[in-house]
C-alpha cells in the first residue's frame, strides 16, 4: 500500500496572497505542514487535502456523532476491523468530517479502505504518538484557535532563549528543539557561519537587510536580517525552511527568527570581540616571529611556547586565502569567524598546524619575496605558499641534508641560535586568510 504526502497548493496559501487575518482557516494541508504534526501519514483522500477542518470529534465506541467540519480521531492501540472501519468513514461522510485520524497503534488500513476513503473524497489520516492525549490537545488548539498555539511557541521560544549559551550552535539547538524548524547563520555572500548547509537562490538579494520569502524546491526559504554593528561592512542572516507554502505558517516562522535575532546578534558581538583579541596576538606573535630572525627575543620565543606553538623541528607553511566576494570589509570578519572550522577541517586532514588570522596581510619582505608573490599571485589567486626548515643545533649530516634539499626546490635553510627559528621574510598574502604555520625562510638568492 503507498503512502504520500499533501503536496503545496497551487491556488491557496500562495505566499504571494494577502497575509491571513488571526482568524485564518485551518485546512489539512496546513496542519500537515507544522513541524509538530509532520509525522502524521496520509493513506488517502489527498486530493481533499484542502478540506477546512473547524472541530475535533473522537470517535468512541458509540460511533461518530455531529461531526460537521470536524477532525474525526480514532483512538486505539489495537488494529482496528475493516469492516468497522469502513463503517466509521461512512457515518463521518454523512456527518459532514473533514477528515479522519487514526490515532495510536491502530495499524495500516488496508486497500479496500482507502479506496473507499477516496471514493468518499475523506482524508484518511494515521500517526503513532507516545502520548495520545498531549498530540490531540496540541491538534485541537492548532485547529480551535491557531493565533494561540502561534503565540505559545513564541512564548516558550522566549523562554528557552532566556538561558545562557556559549556557542552558537547551543542557540540553534534550542530553536530546533522548541520550533522543530532548523535555523541557518549565513554570511551576506552566502557562505555558512553556524549551522546547517543551506542553499541560497540567486533570487535572494543578500545586500538588501530586509525580510525576505523565496519558493526553493523545499518549500519556502525565510530570510530575516540580523541587525548588529558588530560586524563592519557585512551582513548576517538568519534562515528557515518552511516545508510548505502556507501563509499562517510563513508569517510564524518569520516571527519565530525575529525573537531568535537578538539572541544570535549578541552572541556575533562577543565572539567578534573574542576572536579579534586572539587574532591580533597570534598574528602579531608570527610577524615577530618572521621578521626577528637571529634577533628574536626570549620573550617572544616564550610567548609561542605557551600559545602551544611548536618552535622546534621542521616547518612547512601554506596560505588559505579567500576568492573576492566584493563584501569589502565583511572578508575580515567572515575570516574571523571561520577560523575555527579551518582549524577543524584541517585536522581531520591530521594537519595538525597552527592556524593564524591574516586579514590585511603581512608587510611585504625583501624585493625577492616581493617578487615571488607576485609571481604566485599571477598563477594563483587563492594560494600561496613558501617553505622552510628549523632545527635546534643542527650537526653537519642534518646541515648537508638541509641544503640539498633547499637548493632543489630553490630554497634556503637558515639556522638561528638559542634554539628559535631562523627566518628572514615571508611573502605576503594576497588579501584576507588564514597561515598555518610558524616559520618560513626566503627563497634562495
Sequence with gaps: MSTAM???????????????????????????????????????????????????????????GACDGALVILESREPVPAYRLEAGLHAAKSGGAAAVLLLGSAGRPVVSTTRLADRLGLPLLSVDHPDPRSFSHSLAVAIRSPEVGRARQLRSLVRALRARHRTGESVLRTFAQVTGLRAT???GDGSLLIGEPVDIPRAARLDHQVPQQIPVEQGVLVLHPVQTKALRGGEVWLVAVVPAATRPWIDSTSDLLTILEPTIAAWLVDERLGAERNSRFRSR??????????????????????????????????????SDSGLGGARRDVVL??????????????????????????????????NAARSTRSNCW??????????????????ASAGRTGASRGWRPRWGRRGTPRTSGAPSPPGNGWCTSTTWARPAS
Design 337 to 370: 569567524m571561520q577560523t575555527e572550522r579551518v582549524r577543524r577541517v584541517l585536522h581531520s586532514a591530521k594537519l595538525t598546524n597552527e592556524v593564524v588570522e591574516l586579514q590585511d596581510g603581512w608587510p611585504p619582505g625583501s624585493p625577492r619575496s616581493r
Design 285 to 322: 606573535l608570527l610577524t615577530e616571529l618572521i621578521s626577528g630572525g637571529d634577533d628574536t627575543s626570549q620573550k617572544i620565543a616564550q610567548q609561542a611556547v605557551a600559545a602551544g606553538w611548536q618552535l622546534l623541528g621542521w616547518h612547512t607553511g601554506f596560505f588559505v586565502g579567500m
Design 382 to 399: 587563492t594560494w600561496s605558499t613558501a617553505r622552510s626548515a628549523s632545527c635546534r643545533a643542527p650537526g653537519a649530516r642534518m646541515r
Design 6 to 64: 499533501i503536496e503545496p497548493a497551487d491556488d491557496e496559501g500562495d505566499i504571494d496572497s494577502p497575509m491571513a487575518p488571526i482568524g485564518h482557516l485551518v485546512t489539512i494541508r496546513d496542519l500537515i505542514a507544522t513541524p509538530q504534526f509532520r509525522d502524521v501519514v496520509v493513506f488517502a483522500g489527498q486530493s481533499c487535502s484542502d478540506n477546512v477542518v473547524e472541530e475535533v470529534v473522537w470517535w468512541n465506541e458509540h460511533g461518530v
Design 185 to 187: 547563520v549565513v554570511a
